[in-house]
């Protein structure tokens, strides 16, 4: 096990509610990356939080927004959900941005209905 | 143009036997590393092996190895003496080191392994 952790493990939600997933990482660990994971593709890349600043975004639109805590836990929040927003979200922490792997925890399978 | 490319949507392995899953990733960037993840039906994405540009040798993790041939862009995973619980889906990452992307995963589509008895 990696020690990062994600809650909730699954969640149903309507179009156009909105949601919020939590990554807690693993200890030591400063820098925190979400990607979305459709049915049968490659994770995509969302955003990176370092130090409680977000360092970096793919190309999602600003109604995927997210937060680091002290702690360097982490929130994914998407608002106004759309029916492709359906897909596995994994966190993923490492030791900074650039130095060493990236440890992925279990994911967040979301289904938007 | 893709980042990351596996050519092989699946392979298929006998028990105890080596498998190679096929990787070509593209950058311009002379820092960059390379990574293999193992996701099994579960969902969680297992990290495996990592390769930095600046490697001259290659990897090597228990069974798995990793055969970059830089000149080629190419970071080919090696599985030696396949068991059954290796059959899952496996992924290719690449990070760039510099830039404005830099720290962010690119992911390939993916090979699904089925390792037979």
């Known amino acids: 096990e990696t020690g990062v952790t994600q809650s909730p493990t699954h969640l149903i939600k309507t179009r156009g509610q909105q949601v919020t997933l939590r990554c807690s990482s693993q200890?030591?660990?400063?820098?925190v990356s979400w990607y979305q994971q459709a049915l049968g593709q490659g994770p995509q890349f969302i955003f990176q939080?370092?130090?409680?600043?977000?360092?970096g975004r793919g190309n999602f639109p600003p109604r995927f927004s997210g937060l680091q805590f002290p702690n360097y836990s982490s929130e994914l929040n998407v608002n106004a959900l759309e029916l492709d927003d359906s897909a596995l979200y994994l966190c993923?922490?490492?030791?900074?941005?650039?130095?060493?792997?990236?440890?992925f925890g279990p994911g967040t399978r979301l289904t938007v209905t | 143009a893709q980042k990351i490319t596996q050519t092989q949507p699946g392979m298929f392995v006998q028990e105890k036997e080596a498998v190679t899953l096929d990787c070509t990733y593209d950058?311009?960037?002379?820092?960059?590393?390379l990574f293999w993840y193992k996701q099994p039906s579960s969902g969680e994405m297992i990290f495996l092996i990592y390769?930095?540009?600046?490697?001259?040798q290659n990897a090597t993790e228990g069974r798995y190895s990793l055969n970059f041939q830089k000149a080629r862009k190419s970071a080919n995973l090696v599985i030696s003496a396949s068991q059954l619980g290796d059959s899952a889906m496996y992924f290719c990452?690449?990070?760039?080191?510099?830039?404005?992307?830099?720290?962010?995963?690119?992911f390939g589509r993916g090979t699904q392994l089925t390792v037979w008895p």
């Open positions: 993923a922490s490492s030791i900074g941005t650039v130095q060493g792997e990236q440890y």
């Open positions: 200890s030591g660990h400063n820098t």
């Open positions: 990452a690449m990070r760039e080191d510099r830039g404005s992307t830099l720290g962010r995963l690119y």
């Open positions: 390769q930095g540009s600046y490697d001259e």
């Open positions: 939080y370092y130090r409680e600043e977000e360092n």
């Open positions: 950058t311009s960037d002379q820092s960059y590393g």
